[in-house]
């Protein structure tokens, strides 16, 4: 029984990372995002794993009127950052705000004992990504992690503390995954060596 069970819930597992794709605004659908499906992705985002239980990741939600401000806001901090005008360029990273229902800006909030490595809780934050990415495979949900370099020069934008960081944005919009094709990628066989 418990086997069958276990059985059952791998192959699900299994599908829902399959299925996963990063998909980008332009290929998003019309369609509003419920709170309460917001609230579930933001929940399995904080079942992450966590080394002492640092539970590094907090999020900002952006959407409507708000997702615009940070929109404005993007393409001040790449007009900062790269120093140049480029209209082009703004021109995307609001176009890209705009097609987006939602965009989750993600943070990460180093313990202030340093009880573990920076780069552990970089890493527990990058797991409650995966958990928000898989999730939207679950509720039809289009997204993508975008790690634009200019995000450090949106700290106070964010009001981040010295101990907090952006680690960038993820964009969300309705999307029927059974229109992409998988990437790519080389076979696991040559990144594993085997030892029995
Ligand atoms: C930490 C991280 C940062 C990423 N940053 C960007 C980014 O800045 N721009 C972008 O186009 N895609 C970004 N991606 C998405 C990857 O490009 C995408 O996952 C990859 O092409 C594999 O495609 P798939 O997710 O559909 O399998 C990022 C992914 C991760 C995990």
Partial sequence: MI???????SMN??????????????QFKEGDIDKEIIKIILEN????????????????????????SLGIKMMEAFELHSNTESPLKKKKILQKCEQ??????????RDPKESVPEWEEIAATAMAVQNMWLTCVEYEIGCYWSTPKYID??????????????????YMGKYDHSELESKERESINVKTEWNF
């Fill in 13 to 26: 597992i299994s599908k829902i990372i399959n299925t996963r794709r990063a998909v980008y605004p332009s």
């Fill in 3 to 9: 086997v069958n069970f276990l059985n059952k819930f």
């Fill in 153 to 170: 020069k949106m700290n106070d934008f964010f009001m981040l503390k010295e101990n907090e960081r952006c680690l960038g944005f993820f």
């Fill in 100 to 109: 987006s229902n939602c965009i989750i800006a993600i943070f990460m909030k």
């Fill in 45 to 68: 985002a904080n079942k992450a794993p966590t080394h002492r239980m640092t539970q590094p990741w907090f999020f900002k939600v952006y959407k409507s009127d708000s997702k615009n």
